[in-house]
């Protein structure tokens, strides 16, 4: 028993020490607690403060399509403002309150990008032309508004930088330009084919001019050669000029011929003319082997005027027979056709006073040349015409050469 007593004292003893000592440490612990929570109460209250909207109360500008002054209050704002271009000037008055603080901006404005502190009342004065979007927002004690008031700005441009003025303008002056290049091509062609009809013209005038000079030296020739070759030589006469002028007859319609062609047919005249004069006259052909003769093109009738004036001018005066050398060859897309004659020379010939010059007018070198000009108006590459005097070692004539260079693919008025 009086173990039993001790035991319970102590344990009561041993309770009760240690019910002391929670107590003394519970009881600041709970005051502390209760402190702070109601401190971060408060602050959650004061931190917590209801929020608050700003109000816009009215709103003034001249719109842009009837130029009158608009009054608007916030129920009846629109989300776009469209400013005249004259008076793009915008009013706005926000709700007063001395406990906000309101800021705005303006995009694309220079100076008014970032927000701007201001009162109650705004004033935007000569905004830029385009589209702006404004921005305007208060603050109470640092808090922002529950809401941003926001709304587009149209300034228009000028007439003169609207783009369907723009637009206008360039398709009437691109309208103009192809007016003026239509009608400058078609006066153009008009004038191309004015020149064309005249070449055309001169082109077969040139050939009547020279063919009936041709035929009647070559009538002249045949009584000649009936009186005095007879029989035989006036029918061999007769075959080759029967032969010669149904050739010229054929190409009196054409504008260019193959060289096989030229070649027999400046052979043939050749030959003529030494029956017609009873004078012998050799004719030699030098043609580059690598020209294919049926698919080489020269201009039609453009030899027989130089082997004329070789014949009149050079051969016939001589004492002797005559050489003609006909050469032909293919030089950077050209033909160099080159007719050589052994006559008196061109210096000789002027200073003779022979009776067939006297009465004989030769105009077959013009006729080359305007022939020739004809020619290079359809052409790029241009066809050429040289005349080259001749000498022995000794300084003497020893004749006459004459150059023609035809470009392969050369053009007529017809192709």
């Known amino acids: 028993m009086g173990a039993k007593t001790i035991t319970n004292k102590m344990l009561r003893h041993f309770n009760l020490q240690i019910h002391e000592s929670c107590q003394s440490i519970t009881k600041p612990f709970f005051v502390v607690f209760f402190v702070m929570l109601s401190c971060f109460l408060s602050f959650k209250a004061f931190s917590q403060q209801p929020e608050f909207e700003i109000k816009l109360t009215q709103l003034e500008y001249v719109d842009g399509k009837t130029n009158q002054i608009v009054y608007l209050n916030e129920a009846s704002v ?35 990008l970032n927000w701007k502190n201001t009162t109650n009342e705004i004033h935007l004065l000569g905004l830029t032309r385009g589209v702006h979007k404004l921005f305007v927002k208060g603050t109470r004690n640092g808090i922002n508004s529950s809401n941003t008031i926001q709304f587009d700005v149209f300034v228009p441009s000028p007439i003169y930088l609207r783009w369907w003025f723009i637009t206008s303008i360039i398709l009437i002056v691109v309208s103009i330009f192809y007016l003026f290049l239509t009608l400058e091509a078609k006066l153009l062609r008009e004038r191309k084919n004015k020149n064309l009809q005249v070449s055309n013209l001169e082109a077969k005038a040139y050939r009547a001019q020279m063919n009936p000079h041709f035929i009647f030296n070559a009538l002249n020739g045949m009584q000649s050669a009936m009186v005095l070759g007879g029989e035989q030589e006036f029918n061999k006469y007769i075959t080759s000029f029967s032969k010669l002028i149904r050739n010229t007859i054929e190409m009196s319609s054409v504008d260019k011929i193959t060289l096989t062609d030229e070649i027999a047919y400046i052979t043939n005249y050749v030959a003529l003319q030494s029956l017609r004069l009873e004078k012998e006259i050799k004719m030699n052909l030098d043609v580059d082997a690598s020209i294919d003769q ?26 002797v027979s005559g050489t003609i050398t006909l050469a032909v060859k293919h030089v950077d897309d050209m033909l160099v056709v080159s007719v050589t004659d052994d006559g008196i020379g061109r210096q000789a010939a002027a200073m003779l006073k022979e009776r067939y010059q006297k009465t004989h007018q030769s105009f077959a070198t013009q006729i080359m ?28 004539a020893a004749g006459t050469k004459v150059t023609l260079n035809v470009p392969v693919d050369f053009k007529t008025r017809h192709k």
């Open 369 to 396: 040349k305007d022939r020739i000009d004809i020619f290079n108006y359809y052409n790029k590459r241009k066809l050429a015409f040289q005349i080259a005097d001749l000498h022995h070692d000794d300084g003497t």
């Open 78 to 112: 629109p989300s776009t403002l469209v400013l005249s271009r004259d008076y793009n000037h915008v009013y706005i008055q926000l709700k007063k309150d001395a406990t906000i603080q309101y800021a705005y901006k303006v995009t694309g404005e220079t100076g008014l």
């Open 294 to 319: 049926e698919a080489a093109y020269l201009p039609c009738m453009m030899l027989q005027p130089i082997i004329e004036n070789a014949i009149v001018h050079g051969i016939i005066p001589k004492k």
